[in-house]
Antibody, heavy 117, light 107 residues
């Protein structure tokens, strides 16, 4: 099982971010994908989850209206878009394979996002 | 919303010592949905324990989890040099959340 994320990004406040997460080594549509972020020196923050097959989502309340998670089953890739970026959105963003009834067991390598003017 | 708190924030121990990490939930949770992760600097979290006490395949048996209701514990029976890291508890399922973490560092 491998999840490979897109590379580091630098964004300006107010911009949008889109991170990709390409899965391999398992049946993509049999699992969901969670997105978790970690600000520098801080803990882990769950952002939301998407069912890779059906596309239904569950977003953390603090990101409702600002985040969109999607999947492309033809390429086994998940995407997380975060809009209206602020400086406190600077973090490492992780995707993780997630069945919900069991905890995320495989994680991407992380994507460092810096939001700065 | 359920909040997870972890204590202590930092645990300073020597190799070979026993580490006891606590995770407390703001309300009773099903032990079926409590996990523990280890994270080393610059790395993604790595799953150790799920369902409060089930060890992931390949995780050494010096790691054990226990607890129910609101109080959960991760125990490392004898610390090895590679065990010095940050440990997070995690409530998974429909409304996931993470504890703030406990750093286990070398005394």
């Amino acid at each position: 099982v491998q999840l490979v994320q897109s590379g580091a990004e630098v964004k300006k406040p107010g911009a949008a971010l889109k991170v990709s997460c390409k899965a391999s080594g398992y049946t993509f549509t049999s699992y969901g994908i969670s997105w978790v972020r970690q600000a520098p020196g801080q803990g882990l923050e769950w952002m939301g989850w998407i069912n890779a097959f059906k596309g239904n989502t569950n977003y953390a309340q603090q990101f409702q209206g600002r985040v969109t998670m999607t999947t492309d089953t033809s390429t086994s890739t998940a995407y997380m878009e975060l809009r209206s970026l602020r400086s406190d959105d600077s973090a490492v963003y992780y995707c993780a394979r997630d069945l919900r009834l069991v905890p995320p067991d495989s994680w991407g390598q992380g994507t460092l996002v810096t939001v700065s003017s | 919303e359920i909040v997870l708190t972890q204590s202590p924030g930092t645990l300073s121990l020597s190799p070979g010592e026993r580490a006891t990490l606590s995770c407390r939930a703001s309300q009773s949770i099903s032990s079926n949905y409590l996990a523990w992760y280890q994270q080393k600097p610059g790395q993604a979290p790595s799953l150790l324990i799920y369902s409060a006490s089930s060890r992931v395949t390949g995780i050494p048996d010096r790691f054990s989890g226990s607890g129910s209701g609101t109080d959960f514990t991760l125990t490392i029976s004898r610390l090895e040099p590679e065990d010095f890291a940050v440990y997070f508890c995690h409530l998974y399922g429909s409304s996931p959340t993470f504890g703030p973490g406990t750093k286990v560092d070398i005394k």
